[in-house]
């Protein structure tokens, strides 16, 4: 299990939090999204929870 632990400032998550929801929609794979932003894994996969919640 990869786990970056990335301090984020004020905005930041949030911008990597919105990357990283473009890219599930775009079925990139999580571990390349956790590289990409630096959230950690158990955070994109809350999104892409939340994300899947949505559509139902």
Not at 29 to 52: A, F
């Amino acid at each position: 299990m990869i786990n970056m632990a990335k301090e984020f400032k004020k905005g930041q998550y949030e911008d990597a939090a919105e990357k990283a929801k473009e890219l599930l929609d775009k079925g990139i794979g999580i571990t390349e999204i956790i590289s990409m932003t630096g959230l950690t894994e158990e955070r994109v996969n809350k999104l892409n929870r939340k994300m899947k919640d949505k559509l139902t």
